[in-house]
């Protein structure tokens, strides 16, 4: 059972454009969603973090929105840039579990 | 310098064999963890320790075995291994339990 899950596979997006990557989840006691970048042959990298007493945390070009009656989160990216080409991994963790559930990632590919 | 650093970053072997993974992490955190990514994308979490004590074992085949000999090292050792451990293995580290994890690079294990 995915309790964490990323229904895009992939997204294509131009440059200059805002990106928008979702996630989903069923677990009502998760508090706390991080967002990951991974590009090939690398581990993932921290992007932003969210707590569950939010709903909007933002880092320069990255904002990241709770839902918490939808039971969503998402992630822009304002621009987008080339650079930013590259899977995008949210987690979800619940408290006093002392670990994160993965979603399986979108591929976003922004096009110059 | 790379903060969470794990070798080899790719091995291959065969079926039966026994091999280690090593993981360092120079950040001084108490919480490490090995991750696993198959080939339909999960990534997974596999054990965790805090300060050297197992924390998390996830329903992992007793073949697999971590060993953490001090607080900023975390070994996997894989023994008599099979096909379906073909997969790239993370190692992570977080400052406490439940604080945002930070990966290594990932170690790509193809048993033939």
């Known amino acids: 059972d995915q309790q964490v899950k990323q229904n895009s596979p992939s997204l294509s997006v131009q440059e200059g454009r805002i990106s928008i990557l979702n996630c989903d989840y069923t677990?009502?006691?998760?508090?706390?969603f991080l967002w990951y970048k991974k590009y090939p042959a690398e581990g993932p990298t921290f992007l932003i973090s969210?707590?569950?007493?939010?709903d909007k945390n933002e880092d320069g070009r990255f904002t990241v929105f709770l839902n918490k009656s939808a039971k969503h989160l998402s992630l822009h990216i304002v621009p987008s840039q080339p650079g930013d080409s590259a899977v995008y991994f949210c987690?979800?963790?619940?408290?006093?579990?002392?670990?994160?559930?993965f979603g399986t990632g979108t591929r976003l590919k922004v096009l110059a | 310098d790379t903060a969470v650093s794990q070798t080899p970053k790719y091995l291959v072997t065969q079926m039966g064999n026994d091999k280690s993974i090593k993981c360092e992490q120079n950040?001084?955190?108490?919480?490490m963890y090995w991750y696993k990514q198959d080939s339909k994308k999960f990534l997974k979490i596999m054990f965790s320790?805090?300060?050297?004590?197992?924390?998390i074992n996830e329903t992992v085949p007793n073949r697999f075995s971590p060993k953490s000999p001090d607080k900023a090292h975390l070994n996997l050792h894989i023994n008599s291994l099979e096909l379906g451990d073909s997969a790239v293995y993370f190692c992570?580290?977080?400052?406490?339990?439940?604080?945002?994890?930070?990966f290594g690079e990932g170690s790509w294990l193809t048993v033939v």
């Open positions: 992570a580290s977080s400052r406490v339990v439940g604080n945002t994890i930070y």
């Open positions: 677990n009502s006691m998760f508090d706390y």
């Open positions: 969210i707590s569950s007493i939010k």
């Open positions: 987690a979800a963790s619940a408290a006093g579990t002392y670990k994160y559930i």
């Open positions: 950040l001084g955190h108490d919480t």
């Open positions: 320790y805090n300060n050297k004590e197992l924390i």
